[in-house]
Nanobody, 127 residues
Framework: VQLQASGGGMVQAGGSLRLSCAAS????????MAWFRQVPGKEREFVAF????????KYADSVKGRFTISRDNAKNTVYLQMNTLKPEDTAVYYC?????????????????????WGQGTLVTVSS
C-alpha cells in the first residue's frame, strides 16, 4: 500500500489543523493505521492509532483530548484532527500502515510495527 499525507501547514498556538493520509490499493481496510511525528534530531514518536475497523483508537498522553484519529475506509483515508495546538506539536507528521494482526495491535506504539509509511507533512505551530 502507498500512503500520501497532506494537510500540514503553519498555525498559531491554540489553532487547529486536519491531516489526511490517502492510501492506494483496495485493501485499506486490512490495515491498522497510525500517525507518528518527528522533530529533527529526535526519534520518531507515536501520536495516534486506529484499528482497521475504526473501533479502537489509542493516543499518546501528550495529545490525548486534543487530537482525534479517524478513518473512512470507503475513501481509503485516515485523518488526524489536531485541536488546541501547541508549539511543542511542531514536527513532521507521518502516517503508517500495518497489517491487522494481533502483534500490530499489541505494539501499536512502536514505529517498527509498521510496514508502510507516508512521506510526511510538516506542521509548524507558532507561539
Amino acid at each position: 500500500v502507498q500512503l500520501q499525507a497532506s494537510g500540514g501547514g503553519m498555525v498559531q498556538a491554540g489553532g487547529s489543523l486536519r491531516l489526511s493520509c490517502a492510501a492506494s490499493g483496495r485493501t485499506f481496510s486490512s490495515y491498522n493505521m497510525a500517525w507518528f511525528r518527528q522533530v529533527p534530531g529526535k526519534e520518531r514518536e507515536f501520536v495516534a492509532f486506529i484499528t482497521w475497523s475504526g473501533g479502537i483508537t489509542k493516543y499518546a498522553d501528550s495529545v490525548k483530548g486534543r487530537f482525534t484519529i479517524s478513518r473512512d475506509n470507503a475513501k481509503n483515508t485516515v485523518y488526524l484532527q489536531m485541536n488546541t495546538l501547541k508549539p511543542e506539536d511542531t514536527a513532521v507528521y507521518y502516517c503508517a500502515a500495518a497489517p491487522r494482526t494481533s502483534d500490530s495491535y499489541a505494539f501499536y506504539y512502536r514505529d517498527r510495527t509498521y510496514d508502510y509509511w507516508g512521506q510526511g507533512t510538516l506542521v509548524t505551530v507558532s507561539s
